[in-house]
């Protein structure tokens, strides 16, 4: 790569979806074509540690052989494989066993500082890191640890400098890393930057005490993450911030899978094409972009391959039509099409530019929340600007079109047609109902409830069993016992909510409370989680 040394793709392995290896290897193929040559498996609790035998239970984790034989392939690929666990915060999952719910947690999801048993864990997980992969660099997570310090740790010690803690017990990880081999450690900057006070993402230069810089370990290598940024002063002076905190400095953007079932490569061309220059005028030459999956992990790994293919280009300095030339070279797909794979969250037209207040709050995951949102609370079609439905079926039959079409990926259009077909159905199902019954319409009712909430609940069926297909292509069974829960709620919730139109339409019974109560405005139309989606209750 002409303008790296390190140019990788981290693929979420912990939230929910965890990758299958005949699955990975397909990615390989196609991303070592594409020229990169780091891979990051970001594994929480999904992968065996020796003497930790509820680390990763139930969660479909990664054995040891599995591992040794993903990083064999990668590297006949040309592709280092670099272990990406959490050795901080991050490892909510743990805590519902006992073996370490009371014994290795500060706070949070946020590991106890001065443990034994903390460190013992930490010992195992390098321990066993160590005999399945050959890359001596590893990513120690360390991001997002907010609370550090304010729960047990504070129980038990008093107040103490969180900064203190901070590289205390980096340096301890480090010592164990190094004991087992690692020579390079890479760790999120982003709670140095918190800390210090102040917030992670500034357009100031920011310098670091002295204390705290002589404190980092020699042969750590900070990140700096950034998935939202399209403002060149921004990433400029994160870089200058980084490299103040350590010469050693990687950059770590997005391709957005996460919180929702459709891609964004849009919304990540449109942010990397001005990070991705910053890094090299500021002489960054190692980066790897973020598959997250978020909230369920959701989003196909390979649905932003023309995202992953814009980064190529810009690192190798190809033009818009070599780059798409490649593509089809790769992958037997038109990169257009592909992009196509963006719109179930394009509800308002697909020319809607992403920077637009519809995409006000990140990349807004508009397919999500209409997929879920209850059609009697209806929160989110109540503040739903879209009175026409139409181009949910347009997108429909242009990705089912492409589906027949595909040599290799007919499974990732299929899923977001059926997705397109229930959202044509679902979009407007709540505006439509409350409507009615304000006007006390109950033919009205009766009809809707008849028609299209009855097909609305087919075509959630249908979409299922097209997700269905497309989890099982390419990731473990484990996690999809999720979507069972949370796509067969949605069909019985439908199924009720019908039921309860005919019994209303009928004179069984006088009124539907919730389409008494009066919606309130949300001016945020960005809920990342599926939880929030659907009640306002506790789930």
Known sequence: MKHFDSLGVMIDCSRDAVPNVEGLKRFFDVIAKMGYNVAMLYTEDTYEVENEPYFGYQRGRY????????DRYAAEKGIELIPFIQTLAHLATLKRWRAYRHKVFDI???????????YELIENMFKTLAKTFT????????????????????????FTD???????????????????????????????????????????????????????????????????????????????SSKNLSPNVWFSGGAWTWETFSPHNRYSIKRNAVAIPCCIENGVREAFFTLWGDNGGECAYEAVLPALMHIAALADDMSEAEMKAKFYEITGEQFDSF??????????????????PYFQHSACNYCKTHLYDDPFLGAMSANLAADDASLLDAYAKRLHAHAKESKTYGLLYETM????????????????????????????LRSLAETDYAECIERVNVFYKAFRKQWYAINKTYGFEIHDARLGGLARRLESCRERLLSYANGEIA???????????MKDTYIPSWAEMISANIV
């Not at 009124?511 to 405005?521: C, D, F, H, T």
């Open 135 to 158: 890359s001596r660099r590893v990513h120690l997570g360390y991001d997002e640890a907010h609370h550090i310090g304010l729960g047990k740790y504070l129980d038990e010690h008093g």
């Open 339 to 356: 992009m196509d794979l963006d719109l179930p969250n394009y509800i308002f037209g697909e020319d809607v530019p992403v920077e637009s």
């Open 63 to 70: 054995s040891m052989e599995e591992l040794r034989e993903l």
């Open 108 to 118: 949070d999801d946020i590991l106890l500082v001065d443990e034994p048993r903390t």
């Open 162 to 240: 969180r900064y203190a803690l901070l590289l205390k017990h980096l340096n301890r990880v480090c010592e164990i890393a190094r004991k087992y081999g690692f020579d390079t450690m890479l760790l999120a900057n982003d709670l140095f930057f918190n800390l210090a006070p102040g917030v992670f993402c500034t357009e100031d230069v920011k310098e670091f005490p002295a204390e705290i810089v002589e404190n980092v370990p020699k042969d750590c290598a900070t990140v700096y993450w950034d998935y939202f940024a399209t403002d060149v002063k921004r990433y400029d002076s994160m870089i200058k």
């Open 417 to 444: 047609a059926c997705l397109s077909d229930v959202l044509f159905k679902k979009l407007l199902l709540a505006k439509k109902t409350r409507a009615l019954y304000e006007a006390g319409d109950k033919e009205g």
């Open 511 to 521: 009124e539907i409370a919730e389409l008494e109560e009066k919606l309130l405005p």
